[in-house]
């Protein structure tokens, strides 16, 4: 499939959530953005905030500041949407999400061991997912997953992006676009090809064994594992999702 592939325009057709994180002030409920993300914490509680200042090639406005709580090792947040309800039915159209992401280039941050998990996924910990399609960070370095809890994990490194150092690893206040497709239909019933973009370009892919009956959430987790007590950063400035459904030809009149 190639980038920017279709969305559902109507419930008929699937659904199709956008999240550009606009918010009026400080975040003190578990309600975050347009949709109303849930927050919860990764040992010591991270904190969430709006970004409130636009710097270039940001969106006009929106976006969120993850930052992990200067305590232990581990500590960080998660914020989730849809609660273990989304699947990954086959369908013609497929599915997917996009996400932006920066390592913001202030004082005291760094990328290394500054990570994430970002996706249609279970996890609220720092594991690994059990169930879903995501996105992983270990201090920059991103991978492709889908990971099953019937039927085993695959993962893809992605490689071979002009924006990133080395082609595989973020680079520090350079924002990076994200977008994730699947597609055809495996032996479970859910989507066999699974692609990754990252700023416009093809990044990998994998096939995937996930089930058609396997419920997962939009989560983005954040945390550090410096081996020690450290506040980084990471912002994030919109998340798409959308999954097309199969629905019967209207018959002729």
């Known amino acids: 499939m190639a980038l920017l592939t279709p969305r559902p325009t109507s419930p008929t057709e699937g659904v199709h959530v956008v999240e550009n994180f606009v918010g009026n002030g400080t975040i003190t409920t578990n309600l975050i953005g347009q949709n109303m993300w849930t927050l ?14 636009v710097v270039d090639n940001d969106p006009p406005v929106g976006g969120i500041r993850s ?3 200067d305590v232990a090792d581990g500590d960080g947040s998660v914020i989730n949407l849809l609660a273990d309800t989304a699947k990954f039915p086959t369908s013609v159209g497929g599915g997917g999400f996009a996400f932006r992401f ?6 005291g941050n760094v990328i290394a061991a500054n990570n994430f998990y970002i996706g249609v996924h279970s996890t609220a910990t720092a594991a690994a997912p059990t169930d879903g399609i995501s996105i992983q960070s270990l201090g920059g370095v991103l991978t492709l997953r889908s990971d099953s809890a019937d039927h085993g994990d695959t993962s893809q490194a992605l490689e071979g992006v ?5 082609g595989t690893t ?8 994200v977008e994730v497709h699947w597609s055809g239909e495996n032996g479970q019933g859910g989507p066999l090809t699974v692609e990754a973009f990252v700023d416009d370009e093809p990044a990998g892919q994998l096939l ?12 983005i987790v954040h945390w550090q594992n410096q081996g020690g007590a450290q506040s980084y950063e990471l912002d994030v400035h919109y998340f798409e999702y959308w999954q097309f459904m199969d629905y019967p030809t209207a018959p002729a009149v």
């Open 102 to 107: 920066n390592y913001p280039d202030i004082a």
């Open 170 to 177: 973020a680079v520090k206040g350079v924002p990076h676009s």
């Open 162 to 166: 002009s924006t990133l150092t080395s």
């Open 67 to 69: 930052l992990t709580r």
């Open 40 to 53: 919860a914490s990764l040992g010591g509680a991270g904190t969430i905030t709006y970004l409130t200042t």
């Open 208 to 219: 995937s064994s996930i089930d058609n009956d396997e419920a997962a959430e939009l989560s």
